[in-house]
């Protein structure tokens, strides 16, 4: 098995470890959607859960418009949108989006040199200026995604039943899972 580690010698983080968790993340997220998402109904999916904050269609925006914001600062778009509020109450349009994401994260990951990890960008969020290191900004996708996909299982086991798979990033990457 290929080490997917930081170089520590070098500071250089691994381009492919950097790949994998995009992939990861766009591999995972599908599987939320297609397994725990897509069978709900329109009412189970719009239904507010007073357990958690919110439903599925909630989290399930909140996933879209994270990973496009980032990917946004990620790329230099100068103006950087998520999904609309009016965006949020169509079930189709969360749908054709995140698979346009998955796509758009995949040719990324594709097109990914080890160089562009290191590369900073800056942008406004909350009335500051932050500069961050892509590789922070992927971790943040990943970090964010995995999150909000723990609370779509367990908002979709509050509306129907509990999902029939694991998330698990290990047995992803170790190739234990396969899908």
């Known amino acids: 098995m290929e080490e997917l580690t930081l170089d520590t010698e070098s500071g250089a983080f ?11 993340n766009c ?11 897509a069978p709900l109904t329109d009412e189970q999916f719009l239904r507010e859960v007073k357990f958690l904050r919110g439903s599925v269609q909630s989290e399930c925006h909140r996933i879209v418009s ?25 079930r189709a349009t969360i749908a ?19 160089d562009q990890l290191f590369s900073r960008c800056e942008f406004e969020s909350d009335g500051s200026l932050h500069t961050l290191a892509v590789w922070q900004l992927i971790f943040h996708v990943l970090y964010q995604g995995t999150s909000r996909r ?30």
Request: hydrophobic share 45%; proline share 1%.
């Open 66 to 90: 994270t990973e496009t914001v980032t990917l946004q600062r990620i790329l230099g778009t100068s103006r950087v949108t998520g999904l609309s509020d009016e965006d949020r109450a169509d």
């Open 150 to 179: 723990s609370q779509i299982m367990r908002l979709v086991a509050e509306v129907d039943q509990p999902a029939a798979f694991d998330l698990s990033l290990l047995q992803h990457l170790t190739g234990l899972l396969r899908g």
């Open 14 to 24: 691994n381009v492919d470890f950097a790949r994998k968790l995009i992939r990861f």
């Open 27 to 37: 591999w995972e997220n599908k599987r939320v959607w297609d397994l725990a998402v």
């Open 96 to 114: 054709d989006r995140w698979m346009s994401l998955r796509k758009a994260w995949t040719e990324y990951a594709r097109d990914l040199e080890e």
